[in-house]
């Protein structure tokens, strides 16, 4: 059964880091792009970052050069470090995969989703 599990949320304080892991526990999606996308009650889901199968990244522009995504094949997972955090980060994060190879940034696209990881940044 296809299933994203996302990891390592947590409470930090701003200009910390964080690493949110997502786990590709059937391993059914080594072919496909991979996102990240965040999303606060009562907002519209917001695309955060995506990696290609060639592991080229997309970034959103209000993460570019604070986030880095990737992924290991060799574990089935993707990884989004977070670094220089600040409270508008503050979201449920959810990890998706892609209908194809390569990233977008319409949440549309992407067809299976993880349960979301809860990343809370204090001021």
């Known amino acids: 059964q296809a299933q994203l599990v996302e990891s390592g949320g947590g409470l930090v304080q701003a200009g910390d880091s964080l690493r949110l892991s997502c786990t590709d526990s059937?391993?059914?999606?080594?072919?496909?792009?991979m996102g990240w996308f965040r999303q606060v009650p009562g907002n519209e889901r917001e695309f955060v970052a995506g990696?290609?199968?060639?592991?080229?990244?997309t970034y959103a522009h209000s993460v570019k050069g604070r986030f880095t995504i990737s992924r290991d094949r060799s574990e089935d997972t993707v990884y989004l470090q977070m670094t220089s955090l600040k409270p508008e980060d503050t979201a449920i994060y959810y990890c998706?995969?892609?209908?194809?190879?390569?990233?977008?940034?319409?949440?549309?696209?992407?067809?299976?989703w993880g349960q979301g990881t809860q990343v809370t940044v204090s001021a």
């Open positions: 990696i290609d199968i060639d592991s080229a990244p």
């Open positions: 998706a995969a892609h209908r194809t190879i390569r990233v977008t940034i319409k949440d549309t696209d992407y067809h299976v």
């Open positions: 059937g391993r059914t999606f080594a072919w496909n792009a």
